[in-house]
């Protein structure tokens, strides 16, 4: 897959944000033009400081302009500021809080048509589960169950997949169920890459860790390991 294809890099855990894995963001950078403008989204952590500011000091280090949009901008700023970016990186958090908030102010609409219109999209956990048709959601801890995204890539995604056995297995539940769709499960320190054409592989950072192609088989789920980015 050559960098030029790249359409999204999303882990599944870890990365800049919590100060971890920092391969994750060598292989964004990797896919995205020199000194390359990265726009930032914290409104699944209601923009936290800490991590605010750990995505500013990683990404300019690595050579970027970290352009951050505030959790209450509306859509026409958020139009302005996705005006000129290379990719947009949405960090963890509260993802159906995050989804709400989107739709309500249309940012949702301008977040999809900077992606179709060549912007790389990225992310963590509720960052990268948010761009598919549905993501596995904790239910802010009411149980595991689907929750409808943006929609713009097909099918199911689940982050923490190597960490949180309780979300694997209800993710292998709801696949092999035909509650959710097929999909992607991603682990921490480890990313899903999506090209233009539909490949999809995988960049694993963290021993033990990996991504996975989630379908149904019969009465089961079958997860098959991706090959490397």
Known sequence: MTSATIRAVLFGGGGVTHGADPELETFLMSCLRSVPRIGYIGT???????????VVHRFGNLGADVRHLPM??????????????????????????????????????????A??????????????????????????????????????????????????????????????EGKISAGFAIGDGAGLALAANGAASAIVVRPGSGVWRAERTGNGAQLTPLPPA
């Open 44 to 54: 699944a952590s209601s923009d936290d400081p800490e991590r605010l500011a750990r």
């Open 72 to 113: 209450r901008a509306t859509a026409a700023e958020a139009a302005n500021w996705a005006g000129g970016l290379d990719a947009i990186y949405v960090g963890g958090g509260h993802t159906e809080r995050m989804l709400r908030s989107w739709h309500e102010t249309g940012i949702d609409a301008v977040l999809c048509a």
């Open 115 to 176: 992606a179709r219109a060549g912007v790389v999209v990225s992310g963590v956990s509720a960052g990268a589960v948010c761009w598919f048709d549905q993501a596995l959601w904790d239910g802010a801890g009411s149980g595991y169950r689907p929750l409808d995204g943006l929609g713009l890539f097909p099918g199911s995604c689940c982050p923490h997949f190597t960490t949180e056995p309780a979300r694997a297995d209800a993710y292998r539940r709801h696949i092999a």
